[in-house]
C-alpha cells in the first residue's frame, strides 16, 4: 500500500487466468487476442475455464482473457471493455455474454434502451480494434420480464452483421425444455455438466469467429460510456493499494474506519456508477456525489465476500447523476453478515475505484 502523493513503482497489468496445461509459446496466431466480456456464468465456474483451455489447445499462440462481473448490468460493459484493453490489449476479438436477468427484468428497462446500449458496446469493442460477437445463454425469466433481450439481441446482431450464437431459445428449439433444465442448477447457472456442454458449443463458434476481420459498422448510440480514474484527484496522503479482481489489476483509493474520502473532480461529472470492491474486508459506508445529493449506503460485505470481486454502485439505477464531488466516509462492519466459507479480515475498509461515466456521443 503506498500513499498518494508519493513515488511509488508501477505494476503491470495481471496475468490473465491460465488454462491448465496451455502452452505460452509463441505461434503464427500472436497478432490475435480474445477478450470474453460476460456476467456470472462468465466469472464464475460456468463455461469460462473449459473453453478457455479448449481454445488455447486448439489455437495455441493466440491469448484468451475474461472479464466476469457478477451481478451487472450492460451499461457498465463499455467502460469495462475500456479498461480490459488497456490492462491487456490490444485485442482482435471480444465475446460478450451479457444478457442478464436484472436488465430484462428491471421496470426501466425498454427496447430503445437494449439497442442504445447494444449500439454503444459494440461501437467500443470496434473503437480498441476488436471485432465483437455475442453468445447468447439460457436463463428462466419466467413470467416477470419487462422485455424481450435475447430477441433483441439476435435482431440487433442480424440488421448489424455481428454473429451471434443462440444457446437459448436456440437451444430449447434443438434439444428441448427437459434437456435445456438438466444442465441447470437454479434459474440462470449451469451445472458442471451443463458448464462442460456451453464451453463445447461456444468452441467452434469462437474458432470461426476469430477468422472474421473488423468490421467498421456506422453505429449512432446516444451517449457514451466510459471511466474516469479519480487517482490523479485524491488528496495528498490518500492511501492506495493494487487490488487484482476479475481479471483487472486496478489502483484502489483505500477508506479505513474513522477516514473520509473526499475527491473533488474539478468540473461536473455525469457519472452512472461507482467502481469498487466486495470482499472479506468489506463493510458498509456512506456515499455522497454531488454537493446536495442524499447519503447513499455504499455496501461491500456480503455472503459471498469470502473471494474479492468487482461491484459498481449505480447512480439513479445507471441513469446517471451529475456531481463535481465525491464523499466517501462513516465505514463500518456488518456484523450480522458472515461469508459463506472463511473468515472476514479486519480492519474493514472501503476500496474506491474510477467512476464510470456517461457523455452525449
Known amino acids: 500500500m503506498t500513499q498518494h502523493g508519493e513515488v511509488k513503482a508501477a505494476a503491470g497489468p495481471s496475468e490473465p487466468d491460465a488454462a491448465p496445461g496451455a502452452s505460452k509459446t509463441a505461434g503464427p496466431d500472436d497478432g490475435r487476442k480474445v477478450l470474453v466480456v460476460g456476467f456470472s456464468n462468465t466469472l464464475m465456474f460456468g463455461y469460462a475455464p473449459r473453453l478457455k483451455q479448449s481454445f488455447m489447445e486448439a489455437r495455441d499462440g493466440i491469448d484468451f482473457v475474461r472479464v466476469g462481473l457478477g451481478a451487472q448490468q450492460p451499461h457498465v460493459v463499455p467502460a469495462f471493455i475500456r479498461l480490459a484493453a488497456r490492462l491487456h490489449g490490444p485485442f482482435s476479438h471480444v465475446l460478450f455474454e451479457i444478457n442478464t436477468s436484472a436488465f430484462t427484468r428491471h421496470p426501466l428497462s425498454s427496447d430503445e434502451l437494449a439497442v442504445e446500449l447494444l449500439s454503444d458496446i459494440v461501437l467500443t469493442a470496434q473503437e480498441v480494434g476488436a ?77 470461426d469467429h476469430i477468422e472474421r476481420p473488423l468490421t467498421r459498422r456506422p453505429l449512432t448510440p446516444r451517449f ?13 496522503g490518500t492511501a492506495v493499494e493494487r487490488m487484482e479482481a ?59 465476500s469470502h473471494v474479492t470481486r468487482i461491484a459498481v454502485h449505480p447512480f439513479a439505477s445507471h441513469r446517471g447523476m451529475t456531481g463535481r464531488t465525491l464523499r466517501v466516509g462513516n465505514l463500518r462492519d456488518l456484523a450480522e453478515v458472515v461469508p459463506l466459507r472463511g ?11 474510477p467512476l464510470l461515466t456517461l457523455d452525449p456521443a
Open 131 to 207: 471485432e465483437p460477437g455475442f453468445v447468447i445463454l439460457y436463463r428462466d425469466y419466467g413470467d416477470t420480464r419487462t422485455i424481450d433481450f435475447n430477441a433483441l439481441t439476435r435482431t440487433f446482431c442480424a440488421a448489424h452483421g455481428v454473429p451471434v450464437l443462440d444457446r437459448a431459445e436456440g437451444l430449447l428449439a434443438e434439444r428441448g425444455e427437459p434437456f435445456v433444465r438438466s444442465i441447470l442448477r437454479d434459474d440462470v447457472h449451469t451445472t458442471p455438466e451443463g458448464s462442460r456442454f456451453i464451453a463445447d458449443e461456444i468452441l467452434p463458434f469462437l474458432l
Open 224 to 236: 457514451r460510456r466510459g471511466y474516469l480514474d479519480i487517482l490523479d484527484r485524491l488528496p495528498t
Open 246 to 304: 476479475s481479471n483487472l489489476g486496478l489502483d484502489y483509493a483505500v477508506v479505513n474506519e474513522g477516514e473520509t474520502l473526499t475527491v473533488d473532480l474539478g468540473r461536473d461529472v455525469v457519472a452512472l456508477g461507482l467502481v469498487y470492491l466486495y470482499g472479506p474486508y468489506g463493510g458498509q459506508a456512506d456515499l455522497r456525489f454531488g454537493a446536495d445529493s442524499a447519503v447513499q449506503a455504499l455496501v461491500s460485505m456480503d455472503r459471498m
Open 343 to 353: 473468515d472476514k479480515t479486519p480492519p474493514v475498509r472501503q476500496y474506491v475505484g
